[in-house]
């Protein structure tokens, strides 16, 4: 079956920081691939997808590329502010054009730190 | 993207009584989910609500125990049924809009803290 492989946190970085947060995962076919935020006592906020080999997603500064050949989707991010404290899932699902099951399968999360 | 509320947001309930959690969109979508997530865990799915006709629950997860309807294309419940401890944790509902996105993109609502004594 799928799953999605998320480096352990927490992560601990000072401000204007380079971050990295990897993700590998394991699935079948082309999976459409996911970075979800959550921010203290919120709920999840999609912050990027790819659908595609050597697609980039992009949002609010942070970056991740669907690596067909390494099955990565490593999150990225060149200078972090304390604002981005938060916890980073990343998960998949199926390609839009397959059958079956559609709902997404989530990373452990991985919660960022940032220091003024 | 979709406007998802969630009631209650949170609640204390006592062991071995249920609480009911509603999720409403303020359009139609293809497909709604239930997720749960433990405390400081990643999210887990309960099962997938179907309009009309049963759910689809995923192993460990029983109809007796988390009873979900879905009686038109913008809103669902879930129960959580002769509550323990075990089952404080936040419940989130999901939507995803399959006619007009190539991602499969899921959408999520606020979720509902649940804590039982």
């Known amino acids: 079956g799928n799953s999605v492989t998320q480096m352990e946190g927490p992560v601990t970085l000072s401000e204007e920081a380079f971050l990295t947060i990897n993700c590998t995962y394991t699935?079948?076919?082309?999976?459409?691939l996911f970075w979800y935020v959550q921010y203290p006592g919120e709920g999840l906020q999609l912050l990027l997808k790819?659908?595609?080999?050597?697609d980039k997603g992009s949002n609010k500064g942070f970056e991740a590329t669907y690596r067909k050949e390494t099955t990565s989707f490593h999150l990225e991010k060149g200078s972090v502010q304390v604002s981005d404290s938060a916890v980073y899932f990343c998960?998949?699902?199926?390609?839009?054009?397959?059958?079956?099951?559609?709902?997404?399968?989530f990373g452990s999360g991985t919660r960022l730190q940032v220091q003024p | 993207s979709a406007v998802i509320s969630q009631k209650p947001s949170r609640d204390i309930c006592q062991r071995g009584t249920s609480l009911t959690i509603q999720c409403q969109v303020d359009s139609q979508v293809t497909m709604m989910f239930w997720y749960r997530q433990q405390p400081g865990q990643s999210l887990t799915l309960i099962a997938t609500?179907?309009?009309?006709?049963?759910?689809?629950?995923e192993s460990g997860f029983v109809i007796d125990k988390f009873p979900i309807s879905r009686p038109n294309l913008t809103f669902s419940t879930l129960t959580v049924s002769n509550m323990s401890p075990e089952d404080s944790s936040i419940y989130l509902c999901?939507?995803?809009?399959?006619?007009?996105?190539?991602?499969?993109?899921?959408?999520f609502g606020p979720g509902t803290r649940l804590t039982v004594l």
């Open positions: 999901s939507v995803q809009r399959l006619a007009d996105s190539s991602y499969n993109e899921q959408f």
């Open positions: 998960a998949l699902t199926k390609n839009p054009m397959d059958t079956g099951r559609r709902a997404l399968t």
């Open positions: 699935a079948t076919g082309y999976p459409s």
């Open positions: 609500a179907n309009q009309g006709s049963e759910a689809t629950y």
């Open positions: 790819a659908t595609k080999a050597d």
